[in-house]
């Protein structure tokens, strides 16, 4: 039986774990594959049930490009399987199917509006505070576009601000350099692909990693990017990374201008950019808040309270006129 032209990891699972669950089903029947051809044995009547279920997992994972536990565990038992397959009914909603099947969905309104964007614009700022889901969404996308094969790789970068974009001091080649900076974008991944794909994607640089700096004189094409931290940037870093974009590039840029960690002498890169790009066709910006916190349930309150305190301060801060006896302004005006 050949399977050629489908992607073996994903029908088979990392470690045969998804062929196992037919194995299991059917022990009396022998089940291997080699390369693109696969290998079913036994009683004429068993063998036949298993090949007429594996063709099923085949035409599932044809349709939809990925195949969950459960669904193999549907079509063993003659029960539906588009119980766990995406659905005209949440089509909106699912980004995409991660490992055992979960579904990554857009939670919020802000980011179903990031989703919605994100489809009709090649760059996206998408701003807001810790937990709001943006950086954990713009994977979820580039992941669905690279399974989908809009896209041939994805791009991981951010600004290494605590190590100056100087990282020549830390351990390791450049992949364990930077890595402490991009957990939050691993850690997203974990979720949406088996830990043996990914590997395989680091490997084969489908899916790259590398500091903002080390972006410069690149071209970027058939390219899903993400520029985490953006906050983070200079206004130049920021222009020389978008100047990298090649004609079949997307790209979604995420920060928290609360959180900014550059000298306070020097204005934010992306906040530059909102303002001087944000109404340029093809470029869009959303602007997550509080409501969208999808962490613990104080997160929001915390984020609520450094907000206030935050407009206090600027209240405090802001200069105000004393007005002499005569009516005039202490520094002489009326």
Do not use: W
């Not at 035409?59 to 766990?84: A, C, R, W």
């Not at 576009?145 to 790789?153: I, M, T």
Request: proline share 4%; net charge positive; aromatic share 4%.
């Amino acid at each position: 039986m050949s399977i050629e032209g489908l992607d073996a990891l994903e029908l088979f699972g990392a470690k045969d774990a998804k062929l196992n669950i037919v194995k299991q089903a059917y022990p009396g029947v022998a089940i291997s594959h080699r390369g693109t051809t696969l290998k079913i044995s036994g009683e004429k009547q068993d063998a036949q049930k298993v090949k007429d279920k594996i063709e099923v997992l085949i035409k599932l994972l044809k349709e939809h490009k990925e195949l969950s536990s459960n669904t193999i565990q549907n079509v063993i038992k003659d029960f539906n399987p588009y119980n766990h397959m995406p659905s005209r009914r949440d089509s909106g909603n699912v980004i995409v199917y991660g490992n055992g099947g979960k579904k990554i969905t857009a939670r919020t309104r802000n980011q179903k509006r990031l989703v919605d964007l994100s489809e009709q614009n090649d760059i996206l700022f998408a701003i807001g505070p810790a937990g709001t889901g943006k950086t954990y969404t713009a994977v979820a996308l580039a992941v669905r576009a690279l399974k989908n094969r809009l896209v041939k790789k994805i791009i991981l970068t951010r600004p290494a601000v605590e190590a100056g974009e100087n990282l020549g001091f830390l351990p390791g080649d450049l992949k364990e350099k930077i890595d402490p900076y991009l957990r939050p974008l691993y850690d997203a991944l974990d979720d949406m692909l088996p830990g043996e794909k990914l590997e395989q994607f680091m490997s084969n640089r489908t899916i790259e990693v590398a500091p903002l700096a080390f972006m410069r004189g690149r071209t970027l094409d058939n390219a899903f990017i993400i520029l985490d931290e953006a906050q983070n940037t200079t206004s130049m870093q920021l222009k020389m990374f978008l100047t990298r974009l090649g004609p079949n590039a997307q790209c979604i840029i995420t920060g928290d201008l609360s959180q900014v960690d550059l000298p306070r002498s020097q204005k934010s890169g992306l906040r530059d950019a909102v303002e001087l790009l944000g109404e340029i066709e093809g470029i869009g910006t959303v602007f997550l808040t509080g409501e969208d916190v999808v962490r613990h349930r104080l997160v929001k309150a915390i984020i609520s309270a450094y907000g206030a305190q935050s407009k206090q301060n600027d209240v405090n801060s802001s200069p105000q006129k004393k007005e002499s006896k005569d009516g005039t302004n202490v520094d002489g005006t009326i």
